[in-house]
């Protein structure tokens, strides 16, 4: 993540120092060993390096080449595995004089994991990947989220990082009549038989009273008729006899589990399942067809919520299966915000949340997942994506662009205005100009130390050097804003005070 200011000012004076090392010749060795490395593979490339290193013409460089090898070896083979960030080795002849040796050899392991593998032999080291360390690398959390699945990742700097894939197994939304039978389905309506395309609201259908454990007639409140892509053909058996009921694939049908009467959706059924007859008996299911053809249905809703079709226990519409859908939806929601918890909560340097996702599904998430107040605080775009996996996360910082940029400014601003503040009505706690500052800092008396970007480099570290000796929070501010450009004409360097000196 961010570096904090001791890990960003050790590195920029490592890689300052490596930097100004230079050979005369082709002769310094870079290797970047990544995290998780088995050191053997590095030891024999540079084997495999230093064997080659012996068909050099130049007797010096060859010897300087070699020996920087060897010195690398020597340190492979004394370790095991690449540390928890990976490791940078440099090593080589960096005296400027021809004929004298200067040999240094440098093992740094980087403050943030180190992604690269690379070997160079060049005139000078290579440190770019460790200055990329040093750029300000904002870090904000990304969610991606619809019904079937979601996808939880990082931002840091300009990189995505994937942190997790989830899939809900969540059905999608289901229209009304989406519970639907074949139009000649055989029902008992008005204490006869007929055709379930037949039936009009308002009439006594057969249906089944779970409380008391018998049939009885329900009114119709509700009949329309549907097309569906895809039918299932449920085959069973009573009496030795066979009989077919056609159905959507999401029309619950009650089962039979050990006892205990659960509902499942046509597209759900085994053969292994038991059915339900009108008299309570169980039904054997011997054969479940699927077909995919566009097929016209019919869907009721009555007053009990089931009735009997073609001798079996139905359920009515869709609206028990929306409401089963909707609250595996929920689960899904309250399942995803306890994963963000656990990835984001203790994130140190959370600038701010960024969710995405097509539809509603994001905005139902923030409203019934249970997301915790201090996350739900740090939303700070909320964005209508195509997609929920590792393309909707790149999409979602493509689109969050103009977010991500003010974000920085109004940080900015505040902390300035805070100063100001601070200046104006608590005069004593705070600090302004060089002289002042240092004397803060050397009474320990700095909470925050504020410093211009417009200031010299030098002049910046060693102000940070000074307030590492007593873990202040240093904070640097551009000239972007007005506040910025005041605080520079102000000195460019301040500071709130912990206590009055």
């Known amino acids: 993540m961010a570096l904090d200011e001791q890990q960003k000012y050790n ?7 490596i930097k100004s090392y230079k050979a005369r010749h082709t002769e310094l060795i870079t290797v970047y060993v990544p995290a998780g490395t088995d050191i053997n593979i590095i030891t024999r490339q540079l084997e495999s390096e230093k064997s080659t290193a012996a068909n050099i013409k130049s007797t010096g460089t060859r010897k300087n080449v070699e020996t920087a090898l060897e010195s690398l070896i020597r340190y492979c083979k004394q370790t095991r595995q690449a540390p928890k960030n990976g490791v940078c080795l440099f090593a080589g002849n960096v005296s400027q004089i021809e004929g004298q040796d200067n040999f240094i050899t440098e093992v740094f392991e980087p403050p943030e994991e180190l992604g690269m593998r690379l070997y160079r032999c060049d005139q000078t080291f290579v440190v770019d990947p460790l200055i990329e360390m040093l750029e300000v690398k904002e870090v904000y959390g990304l969610l991606v989220i619809e019904r079937k699945e979601a996808t939880i990742g990082l931002l840091v700097g300009k ?15 289901v229209r009304a009549g989406g519970q639907c039978l074949m139009p000649n389905s055989s ?8 055709e379930l395309k037949d039936v009009k609201v308002g009439d006594e259908i057969l249906g089944f009273n779970f409380k008391l454990k018998k049939s009885e007639n329900s009114k119709i409140t509700k009949k329309w008729g549907v097309e569906k892509e895809t039918v299932f053909k449920i085959i069973f058996t009573k009496n030795n006899k066979k009989y077919l009921i056609i159905s959507s694939e999401d029309h619950l049908f009650y089962i039979n589990d050990n006892k205990k009467i659960i509902e499942k959706p046509a597209s759900e059924l085994a053969i292994s399942d038991n059915l339900i007859d009108y008299d309570g008996n169980l039904i054997k299911i011997i054969n479940i067809i699927k077909e995919n053809k566009k097929t016209n249905l019919i869907d009721i809703e009555t007053k009990n919520h089931n009735f009997i079709a073609n001798g079996l226990i139905v359920h009515n519409s869709s609206q028990r299966y929306h409401r089963i859908t909707e609250g595996l939806a929920k689960e899904f929601y309250r399942k995803i915000a306890d994963i963000v918890k656990t990835e984001f909560f203790n994130l140190k340097g959370l600038k ?14 923030l409203k019934e997942g249970n ?20 393309h909707g996360l790149e999409l979602l910082v493509e689109t969050s662009q103009d977010i991500l940029a003010g974000q920085e ?10 100063f100001f503040n601070m200046l104006g009505k608590e005069r004593a706690k705070t600090a302004y100009g060089k002289k002042d500052v240092l004397k803060a800092l050397e009474y320990g008396a700095v909470d925050t130390l504020l410093l211009s970007r417009r200031l010299k480099k030098e002049e910046i570290r060693e102000l940070e050097k ?35 000196i």
Request: charged content about 30%; hydrophobic content about 40%.
């Open 352 to 365: 701010g949340i960024l969710v995405g996702g097509p539809g509603p599904t994001k905005e139902d998430f």
């Open 371 to 390: 997301l915790v107040t201090a996350l739900a605080d740090k939303v700070i775009a909320v964005k209508d994506i195509g997609y929920a996996d590792e």
């Open 409 to 418: 400014i109004v940080k900015e601003q505040k902390l300035l205005e805070k």
């Open 187 to 194: 029902v008992n309506v008005n204490n006869k038989y007929c």
């Open 466 to 500: 000074k307030a590492a000796e007593t873990s202040v929070k240093i904070e640097l501010v551009s000239d972007e804003i007005d506040e910025g450009v005041q605080f520079w004409n102000l000195g460019g360097i301040g500071a709130m005070l912990r206590f009055k």
């Open 11 to 17: 590195l920029e004076e490592f890689v300052e120092r």
């Open 159 to 173: 990189k995505i990082k994937i942190l997790k894939h989830i899939d809900s197994f969540v059905p999608g939304k």
